[in-house]
């Protein structure tokens, strides 16, 4: 092989390692904004969870609004919040996983991001007693590499991004509620993005909670809220009964239960070429 060869080879790849899982991603959220648009739909969704103070908060505020939440908790965080996790799991908010450490997938090694999804799902299966299969993941940052896209798509995981982020971890650019509210109405719904992991300065916690009672101000203006898989599945079409829902996960620890849509290859779910 000539060194010319070689090295548009390797140039190819890398492009194909960073860029194609990016291009995918980009045109997912482009989807994601549709889909909310079309059905005048909101979806909140908080990663990095769960915290020991400021998730039950954020659940108390979900069960006043009465709203259900998409939360994509981190397994290294979810070691010793059990309790939280069965809670939400009782109140009938979605689980999704967010990985184990918090892996940055185009700025770590191909085989990191990998592992850490697989560790992702072996800590969250742990304690919801849920098969990872059909169950949405939010990869760190919003980033994959090729490996861990066609995991993903092998596996047939639905990869969420979000459409609106409510700068909750942002230093130095925040976002007033009102604003993060002004921005939902503008584009007529989106998915949301707020995070539930504990603060260690300030009262950041309380600001997320300022902006999730925004969101949650909304539905008085006629907004739909749906959890992301609600969000993915297809919308009914007018004459024709809603899919059945197949596949019902009930944890050993407790009694409640998950509820998963039948058709998942059937909806816009970020999955590529449809594996
Ligand atoms: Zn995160």
Redesign the pocket.
Known sequence: MSLALAVTAGVTLLAAHWVLPQLWLRRSRARLAAACRRRRAIAITF??GPGRQLTPMVGASLQRARIRATF?L?AANVRGNEDIVHELMRAGHELGS??CA?VHHMWSWPWVGWLDTRAGWRGLQAVTGRAPRGCPF?P??GKLNLLSWLDCWWRRTPVVGWTHDGFD?RTGADKSPAELAAELRASGGGVVLL?DFDREVGDAGAGVLAKLEAVLALQQEGYRFVSVSELLSPAPRPGRPRPQLRAVYRTRRTSATFQVQAKPADSIASRGTGR
Do not use: V
């Open positions: 990663d990095d994509f981190l967010h990985g918090h939010r760190p940052y971890t995070h």
